[in-house]
């Protein structure tokens, strides 16, 4: 992967092959948090509504709650990370 520079400020630049594996440009936001083994796991924040295409699509068409939906968005952008 990729290395960073830390600034007097305490800020980085993602690398570019970071941005692009996380799929984020300027102005988005990323979330970073500790998983149980200790290490620094980065995820973007939101995503582009692009990217759920089609992925609800199913043979029998009938109403889905509000949570379903949720649910299966969390789901498909945990997926591609």
Same mark, same amino acid.
């Given at each position: 992967?990729?290395a960073?520079?830390i600034? !007097?400020?305490g800020? @980085?630049? #993602?690398p570019k &092959?970071?941005?692009?594996?996380l799929?984020?440009g300027? /102005?988005?936001q990323v *979330? =970073?948090t #500790?998983?149980d083994?200790g $290490?620094i796991?980065v995820?973007? @924040? /939101? !995503? *582009?509504?692009r *990217?759920?295409?089609g =992925? #609800?699509r199913?043979?029998?068409?009938?109403?889905? !709650?509000v $949570?379903?939906?949720n649910? &299966?968005?969390?789901? $498909?952008? !945990?997926r591609?990370?």
């Amino acid at each position: 992967m990729a290395a960073a520079t830390i600034t !007097s400020k305490g800020q @980085i630049t #993602l690398p570019k &092959a970071v941005r692009e594996r996380l799929r984020v440009g300027t /102005g988005d936001q990323v *979330d =970073f948090t #500790l998983n149980d083994r200790g $290490e620094i796991v980065v995820r973007p @924040i /939101g !995503s *582009d509504v692009r *990217d759920l295409r089609g =992925f #609800l699509r199913r043979t029998r068409r009938h109403p889905i !709650s509000v $949570e379903a939906m949720n649910a &299966a968005i969390q789901r $498909e952008h !945990s997926r591609k990370r």
